[in-house]
């Protein structure tokens, strides 16, 4: 039975289970072999391309889109996976609008650049879809080597020291792997259980083993693991979640949206998870835009996403503003939340509006709402960790904490932006320092 849209409250099947199909379904449908010629064919073969040069994993662009181009797409694919081993996921959620497509030499002269992702899409997936591993393990070296947190950062790291003939072992706090790839990242850019099977098809390059609900700090501790193993990689994320500090944000009905995009994506039935009427995402980064749309495409009718500030200074880019736009998303700027209303449960919201200096103007605005997400910003977690630079853990070029044998990288970590593809190459790039330091 569908509940009817304009019901306040905190509701479940709010959509038919034709329109919960549609609405989570691919964001961007694949590409056909004929399509992807084309796509290919676009492409300048730039010498010196700055499309590699923004690409944070360094992939030779040209060089597999020429291969897609001449016919070997499973070429392609070992160029893009010898550089990203996670480029099937990095295909469909990295930034590519910001990062290589913008550096594209046809963005530049024509406003349309080369569907950079969309074909590396196309090259990983044919590959993966053959069940077909591309790299081969080397002889065992006999060291061993703990990686904490299966995440993007976590599994580069370990399939590249698998690859070199270590012996790697993975333990993660939660029951399944893949960090932010299957628990934190949209339902809709990665549908039909990819983060999982991605992961399946990593470990065919063995020597890598799983410790589940295994965390830092409650199960085990970085003492034991540097007693226990030759080197230690930290890839644990951020786990905390800051809190808004606003009057009355412990009410019903006020949640974190890291919460919220996990059990959505853990949800078998998406008709059984319930959406407010009208919902409120506080936050600007990719995290706030994610639960913003998911709410509308939950059946939601109205959801305002509020930002503290203005709209170019959101880390989400302007094509993730643009896409909630199109869902229905209102976005609001420069307001920071100052009391939630409600006898118990959430019903309103009270911002004040802020300049750009950050100063209240005396301006306020309420907004109604059943439901709130925060999306504000996380925060490391955890006790007797290395030094740490602001909240996160102090790195090296390398990764190298200030802790002798103990890496670290990703979100946890102070090297870069937090996306799935500089965690990638954080990961990669910790595993072959490590690798010199464990056969010197």
Not at 119 to 131: I, P
Not at 146 to 171: E, F, T
Not at 300 to 323: I, W
């Amino acid at each position: 039975m569908t509940s009817d849209v304009f019901e306040p409250g905190i509701q479940s099947g709010r959509l038919s289970p034709a329109d919960y199909q549609a609405q989570f379904s691919d964001l961007h449908p694949p590409l056909d072999r004929h399509e992807a010629l084309v796509a290919a064919d676009r492409c300048y073969f730039c010498h010196d391309a700055p499309c590699i040069t923004a690409c944070p994993t360094d992939i030779d662009i040209p060089l597999f889109i020429r291969q897609i181009a001449t016919g070997t797409p499973d070429a392609a694919a070992k160029t893009i996976l010898s550089q990203n081993i996670m480029g099937g996921m990095c295909a469909r959620v990295c930034p590519t609008e910001t990062l290589c497509e913008q550096a594209c030499v046809r963005e530049k002269a024509e406003g349309k650049p080369v569907l950079i992702g969309q074909l590396q899409r196309f090259a990983t997936d044919h590959l993966q879809a053959q069940g077909v591993h591309p790299f081969v393990r080397a002889a065992s070296t006999g060291k061993t080597v703990a990686v904490v947190g299966a995440g993007p950062a976590g599994l580069s790291c370990a399939h590249r020291l698998a690859m070199l003939g270590h012996d790697v072992v993975i333990h993660d706090a939660r029951p399944k792997p893949g960090g932010l790839n299957e628990y934190g990242i949209a339902a809709y850019k990665t549908p039909g259980g990819f983060a999982q099977a991605e992961v399946d098809w990593l470990m065919q390059i063995g020597g890598i083993s799983f410790r589940h609900e295994s965390a830092l700090g409650r199960d085990l501790t970085l003492e034991t693991l540097k007693a226990e193993y030759d080197a230690v990689f930290l890839g644990v994320g951020l786990g905390g979640v800051n809190a808004l500090g606003a009057e009355g944000e412990d009410k019903q009905g006020v949640s974190d949206a890291v919460d919220f995009i996990a059990e959505l994506r853990q949800a078998s039935d998406l008709a059984s998870l319930p959406i407010g009427r009208d919902v409120v995402v506080i936050g600007g980064g990719m995290t706030a835009v994610d639960a913003a749309v998911q709410a509308k495409l939950l059946g939601a009718l109205n959801v305002t996403l509020v930002y503290r500030r203005g709209r170019d200074r959101m880390n989400a880019s302007v094509f993730e503003q643009d896409l909630a736009a199109s869902k229905g998303v209102r976005i609001v700027t420069h307001a920071v939340p100052v009391a939630v209303h409600g006898n118990g449960a959430v019903r309103e919201i009270e911002f004040e509006y802020v300049d750009d200096a950050m100063k209240g103007t005396g301006q306020m605005l309420k907004l109604p709402a059943d439901q709130v997400f925060k999306a504000i910003g996380q925060t490391l977690e955890g006790e007797g960790m290395p030094e740490l630079d602001g909240r996160k853990i102090r790195v090296d070029g390398t990764g190298r904490t200030s802790v002798a044998g103990i890496w670290a990288g990703g979100d946890c970590a102070s090297g870069g932006d937090d996306l799935t593809v500089t965690a990638v190459a954080e990961g990669r790039d910790a595993a072959m320092d490590i690798h010199m330091a464990l056969t010197k």
